[in-house]
Each structure stands twice: as structure tokens, then as C-alpha cells.
DNA sequence: ATCTAATCGAGACGGTACGTCGAGTCTTCCC
DNA sequence: GGGAAGACTCGACGTACCGTCTCGATTAGAT
């Protein structure tokens, strides 16, 4: 996980030296997050976010290999918190509350930051692999298994490619976000969970 | 649209001075995609461009008010309809073929232009509205087009909502496009068309 | 002299086409000495001094090989002898009034002329030929004469070496002409002269 | 002093950060130097010294204001260190060896690239506060406490203003220079110092 | 109670691209 | 053919940001 930053929860071995300071990561990431929405990614500059976060540019590229990386952890630091994945035993609800969620993330200000950062994404392989590994992966990791569990309960096939099925569910979903060309609303993301659950085969 | 070239198909009363180069702005225009091709959006320099154009960079920045706009006027002019729209008379057949002619134009040169124009229209309402006037709205009624016909025919629900199903078709493929997640193979687009149509309610 | 315009006085065996415009040519001239002493040298740039005169940069180029030709062509035009210069019978009293004078001189628009002529005189020989004929002998001779009149009548020691002491008196004040580094004030004329006459006061 | 470079000798409180790098200070000051010799002022470029001193850009504008204060300071330094202020406790043999020092100084290499900076300063009030602070006052303020100790010790009138001397001094060896109307010789110094110490003989 | 090692803030560094400006040339139409 | 308008190439300017590095100061565990 290059692009994550390398302390966190990890087990440390606890060397000799002084600790990582926990709280000065937090500043970071909190005035990295602020920089975010108030400027654009491109605009929230390495030295402002060092400066309103009381940092030294040093620290943020002791344990962050670029601004890529701050900023992508500070965008999923505030979508992990309040995005629960639901398991409610019933395939179709719990679908149907995963879209409408994201729906429900996409729609605020979050929207407009994951926005930025996929349009940075297209034009700068850092960004993108910083994209992948720190927002797309965690989410479709947590979603597959999720699916997996009603595969194991029968509700789902099992020879089913789960990476099909998701891109088949978010697809329209960051389509619209992307394109614009139509509205996102909690009706859109449970007509799409209809129309993908009936094409199931629901074994 | 302050953001484009001035000059262009404009009525210019033609006035007194030397009138602009035309084929610097042809050459300017040329490199600028060239090295959005071959470099990306953010390596792709101005000095790059004007040497590689023949052109000053003066010249580029008295008839674009920055990079960003060159590069985007260079995108619009690809953007071209040269796709047919087959009709087979089977559905199945025809949304399969649909997509994986969709998958052969986005593996090529204009898919990384495709990228590069969405990630510009994130950040400009100008070119957003532009690429779905432009791009997708002719596509999008082409194909809707072609679903009519087979609602028509019966072998599709008359009531269906068929922006829906342009969205759940293409927004898999627009989705792995931008995000990058997973590969652009025929046998991609097939197994999206399968799940999608396993679903649709074939009245 | 071909850092000077070509046309002026000479005898043009009037070709086929139209004659040179001799009112646009004046037009630029005094554009060019307006911007001299509003902006300096290098402020003073042949747009300005082109839009100023109604003219086009392709005219000032037609006739002067550069800029600083055009500006020098301004600036000799300016030096004319409009200095009376006093004798009234009591050496320290020339001088100071000499002095005076030559400050009153300075401080207005013809300093500044001044200025940019010694300027563009180190970096062209011919310029510095030209400043020391027109502007330095006639008025240095003039001094001299002056001088050379009181040393007839006794009033200056007879062997004493004329051109130091111009160079004694006048050096001073083109010194805080050039350098900036006091003010040029009657005063100080007044006291440079007084100093020069008695020399340094030893305790 | 804004034009000089802060850092130098200055009693720094040796501040919390990566100090200034004194190595690369001096490698841009002798870059500037020699490309001040070997292409004159307006084509040594601010790039060409970077450059040539592998140094960047950005550290040259960190520390002088603009071009013309780096050229200043390199040309600044390379005098004050061969060019020792002589106290031999006799005014008039320090004078004397002042003025010859200056006459030996401006008839090198250096006399021509002071004309070229002086030049410049006419038309340029950047070069000339670069001038002024980074030339004319440290000298001045060496010399200047030089003939305070004469005033200390009796030798010289204690009211006397000594700008005014300096300028009396030195106005006529600058005259020379930038007019180039009589000889630089250590004669014309020598003669100029015994005229400014006694005063005119008034036959 | 030191010693040692890793951390911190501060901030200077090399590098790269930006967008601006002025000089001098060239190209069109108008007189 | 001369002149006004104005677009062109060339090249330097000074600025901004990135990611790296080097200080002195701080903070632990190890000795």
C-alpha cells in the first residue's frame, strides 16, 4: 500500500526513536481535506496545506510519497466514517442501500471533491494509482464482501464475477456524475438496482 | 465560449492589420493533440507545443487564455460522429456489437482524448455542456433510436425508461474507462451486455 | 552617421512612389523625447512611442535601424546653447552663478535628456563623439574663455591647468547627476563651489 | 538594504531552518561575474548564470530582488577585497592613495563594466538602487570613516560635511569616466587631490 | 542520568513550467 | 510605393509549485 500512509494501524515494532506524531497527521489531513473543498486539487498546494496544518513539508512527505496521496487519505477519511455497509440479509435491500448511499455521497461536497479528483486522475497516472488503491479498492473490497457472504447463502450464484456485478451497479452511477446528464437521485440509483437485480441469476 | 479560439468561423469584418495565421493556429492545434496523446494533459507544455507547432508562445497565449484551452479546443475538433449504429434486428446482437464498438473506440487514440475531455469538463461548465451536446447527445439518440425500434417490435417493454438503460450499459464502460479499475475487452463489454439484459423485463 | 535617420536633409532623387512622410516622422521624434523624459530609456519602448505618434512600428523601422537610434535622433535634436554665461568680474562669483546655472539645468526636463545621453554614449562610440562636440566643447570652451580672463587679470594663478579645474567643478555635479546619490541643489553648487575655491579647511 | 543579499556577514541569530547555502551563493556570484565580463550587462541572463553557478533560478530570486542586483554584488565583490582602504595617518597621502587606487580600478576591466552598470541605472531605477546601496555606499561609508578619523585627530574641520568632500573627490574621476573627455591617469589624481586640498591658487 | 535514534518545524535547494513583455520582422489593406 | 494596423518569432523575465535536503530542537527507549 505505497500510496497509504505507512503508520496508521499498523503493527509497529515500536523502534527506539521518538513516535510518529498522531497528531500532527491528523492536522495534516484535516487541513488537506479544507484546502480540498475551498481550492481544487490542483490549488491546495503542498505548502498551504503544511502551513495551515502547522506541519513541515518534511513530515507530509515523510509519510505520504506525494500530494496525491495526502489528499486522496483526507478525501476517504471523511467517506469511510459515515458510509456503514449494510447487511441486512436480504439481497435486494442491502443493494438498494449501498446505491443509495453513494448516491447520497456523491450528491453533497464530497461529489464535487471525488469529481476533481478523477478529472486529475485522467492526466496524472500518480493521482490515478492513489485513486485506485486508497478509494476504489477499500469500497469494492468491503462490497465484494458483501456479495460474498449471499453468494455463501445461495442468494447469489456462485460463479458470478463480483468485479462484473459492481462495475454493472456504480457504473451508471459515476457515468452520471461524470457526464452530467442526468439528475442522481435516490430514484435513479434504486431503478438501476432493479434493473441489475432482475438480470441476476438468481440462483 | 471565452474559453476558445477567438477568430475561428467567426464573421471577423476584416479588419486593418495583418489578419491571423490561420495555419500557425491549424499547426498549434495539431501539436497540442499530438502531445496530449503522446505525454498527457499535464506533461503536455506550452514551450513543447509551440516548438513542435513552429509557433511562438506568444502567439499561443494572444489567442487562448491558457494551456487548458488549447488543449481543449484541440479535443473538440476530434470529436466526430463516425460510429454506425448497427441494427440487426436482434437485440441481443445489436446492444453487443453496440458495445463492443464502443470498447474498439475507447481502446484507441480517442479514448485517452474522451479521458482527457472529461476530465476537463469536472472544472468547466462551458466544455461540460459542450462534450454532452457534442458528444453524447448524439449518441445517445442514435442508440436510443435503435432501442424505439425494438420496443416497437415487442421485444422490448414499452414503458421502459430507456435513458435508464443507456446508463447502465455504458456507464460500465465509461466507469473502467475513467477509473481504470479493470481492463477495456470485448469480453467485457459482452458480459455487461448479458447481465444487463438477463434483467430487462422482455415483456 | 547611420545611427541617424536617412532621410532629413539629404538630396532623395525623389523616386517613383510616395514621398516619405516628414510630418510622421517629426510625430515620432517628439513622441520619442515625451516618453524619454516621462519613462526613461529603456520604459520608453517603440510601441508606446509608436502609438504615441500615430504611427506604425513598421514606420520607425523603415527609417531607424533601432530603437536607440530613434531616441538618440530625439535627444540631439535638444541640445542647443540657451546658457548665458556670466562675467562679472569677481571669480567666485562666476563660478557660483555658473554653477547655479548648470544645476537649474539639470534639475528640469534637460537632465533628464542628459541623463539618457551619457548613457547610451558608453555602450556606442559614436554617440560619445557626437556628446563631447555638440554638448561638452562648446560649453567647456565657453568656461574656459571665462577662466582664461580672469588668469589675464590676475585673478587665478597663470600656470594653473584649466581643464582640471572644469573637471573640479563640473565633475561634482555630473556625478550627483548620474549616481542619485544627493540631491542637485543651488546649495550644493554653491558649497562644492566655495570648497573648490578654498579647498578643504584643515582644522 | 534590501538589494544586497541578506545572508553575508550579517549577525544572523542563526535561525530555526536549513541555512542559507553559502557555497552556492558564492558559485552564482562568480557566475555572474563572468558572464557580466564575458557578455556585458544586458546579456548576462539570469538563466545563463543559474545555469553556469548549478544553481536554480528560484535561489538567485530568493536572495537579490532582480537581475541587476546579483551583477551589483558580484561586481562589488570582486573589488573590496583587493582595494584596501589606506590610513597612514597623513590626509593628504591618504587621499592621494584613495584616488589613485579608484584610477587604477576604473582603468581595468572593472572601469568598463562600472560604465556599463552606470549606463544602465540611467534608465533603470532598479539598477540604480542596486548601484547606490550595493556601490556607491559601502565605499563611500569606508571612506567616509576614514576622514572622520582626520576630523578626530585635528586634521580636518569638524563641521565639514563629507559627502560633500566625497563628492568633490570623486565627481571628477566619475566625469572622466562617463565622458570620456580627458585621461584617467594617476597624474589627473594626484593633481586633483593637491586642487581639492588647497583650493584653487588665486595667482 | 545519560546516550542514541527517530521525529518534529522551519525553510533553503534544484528543477520545471508557467504566463508576460519587449524587440524587431512580416503581411495585409488603404491611400 | 508609403503608411497604419497588427500578428508573428524569439528570447528573457520573474513567479509558483514540487519533492528533497539540512538544520536545531524535541522526545522517547536503551544503556
Not at 110 to 123: M, T, V, W
Request: glycine letters at 8%.
Amino acid at each position: 500500500m505505497p500510496a497509504l500512509s505507512k503508520g496508521a494501524s499498523e503493527e509497529c515494532v515500536r523502534g527506539r526513536g521518538r513516535p510518529r506524531d498522531e497528531v500532527a497527521r491528523a492536522r495534516i489531513l484535516e487541513a488537506a481535506l479544507q484546502l480540498l473543498e475551498e481550492l481544487g486539487f490542483a490549488s491546495a498546494t503542498t505548502d498551504a496545506i503544511a502551513e495551515r496544518a502547522g506541519a513541515s513539508k518534511a513530515t507530509i512527505y515523510r509519510w505520504w510519497p506525494d500530494k496525491a496521496a495526502v489528499l486522496m487519505e483526507a478525501l476517504r477519511g471523511t467517506v469511510t466514517q459515515d458510509n456503514p455497509f449494510p447487511d441486512t440479509g436480504n439481497l435486494r435491500q442491502d443493494i438498494r442501500l449501498q446505491l443509495e448511499n453513494f448516491i447520497s455521497l456523491l450528491s453533497g461536497q464530497r461529489g464535487r471533491i471525488l469529481k476533481a479528483f478523477i478529472a486529475a486522475a485522467q492526466s496524472d497516472e500518480e493521482v490515478a494509482a492513489a485513486f485506485r488503491s486508497v478509494w476504489m479498492k477499500p469500497r469494492r473490497d468491503a462490497t465484494k464482501a458483501l456479495l460474498e457472504r449471499h453468494q455463501q447463502k445461495g442468494r447469489l450464484a456462485k460463479d458470478l464475477d463480483l468485479d462484473l456485478v459492481l462495475d454493472l451497479l456504480y457504473g451508471p452511477l459515476y457515468f452520471r456524475l461524470l457526464a452530467g446528464h442526468g439528475p442522481l437521485t435516490p430514484a435513479f440509483a434504486d431503478a438501476i438496482a432493479e434493473l441489475a437485480l432482475e438480470g441476476l441469476p438468481q440462483g
